[in-house]
């Protein structure tokens, strides 16, 4: 799941970074309002984390900007007010969920995936295909009931996939999920992902659809 962090707190934007990718997101870190907007112009992200107190157009202006554009990603507000009124505010402004600095790097990821789920409108935490089960509490996916050890990016992609099983899922899209603005990525790093994913979970798992991107089918 790719992730934009607006935080201008330098430290703490680092540490929700760092703790965040070691859970196997990808993060795009920004830090005032006006990048924030750009970003989430081009880009679609899984989760927005934003602070409220700003440089320039603060959080809660983001928030709004963001609704009425009609976006629906779910938004975490983490902010340091912990006054009762912003709190209410950024829930009144669209947010989702709300941390309060400082926090716990475990909850706020908890927080992510509870978000995330209830956006693709399932309380349950697996999704399955065949014999490919993924936990997305755990993070973890499995094979004939065997641990399966993907890496982070593998695991991404099959979750991708997973989420929108029976659909098309094209490569720029799965890039998109995959890599931040300031990664470089091969030519071929999608192929060397599917490739592998093929060899762990089956050669059937996921169907190439040439030239048009993957899908990964419910009903077998
Ligand atoms: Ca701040």
């Known amino acids: 799941m790719r992730i934009l962090l607006v935080e201008d707190d330098f430290m703490l ?12 997101y990808v993060v795009d870190w920004v830090q005032d309002g006006g990048t924030a907007r750009a970003a989430l112009s081009t880009t679609a992200f899984s989760a927005l984390l934003l602070d409220l107190g700003l440089p320039g157009s603060d959080g809660l202006s983001v928030l ?15 902010t340091a007010r912990d006054r009762v009124a912003d709190r209410i ?7 989702d969920d ?12 908890a927080r992510l995936r509870a978000i995330t789920r209830r956006v693709v409108g399932r309380t349950e935490s697996t999704l399955t295909a ?3 089960v993924l936990d997305m509490r755990q993070r973890l996916v499995t094979f004939h009931g065997q641990p399966t ?15 929108r099983a029976g659909g098309l899922v094209t490569r720029a899209e799965i890039e998109e999920e995959l890599y931040g603005f300031e990664d470089e990525i091969a030519s ?5 992902h599917i490739h592998n994913l ?23």
């Open 89 to 95: 505010a950024g829930l009144d402004a669209g947010a």
């Open 64 to 78: 709004r900007w963001l609704r009425q554009k009609g976006h629906t990603t779910p938004v975490v507000i983490v």
């Open 130 to 132: 065949g014999e490919v």
């Open 98 to 109: 709300y941390l309060i600095k400082p926090f716990d790097i475990d909850e706020l990821g």
């Open 149 to 163: 050890g993907l890496t982070a990016r593998e695991y991404a992609v099959v979750e991708l996939l997973m989420r």
């Open 13 to 24: 934007g680092e540490a929700v970074r760092d703790g965040l990718c070691q859970e196997g």
């Open 188 to 192: 071929n790093a999608i192929e060397v």
């Open 198 to 220: 093929r060899r762990k979970l089956g050669p059937r798992f996921i169907t190439n659809l040439k030239g048009r991107g993957y899908r990964v089918d419910n009903d077998r």
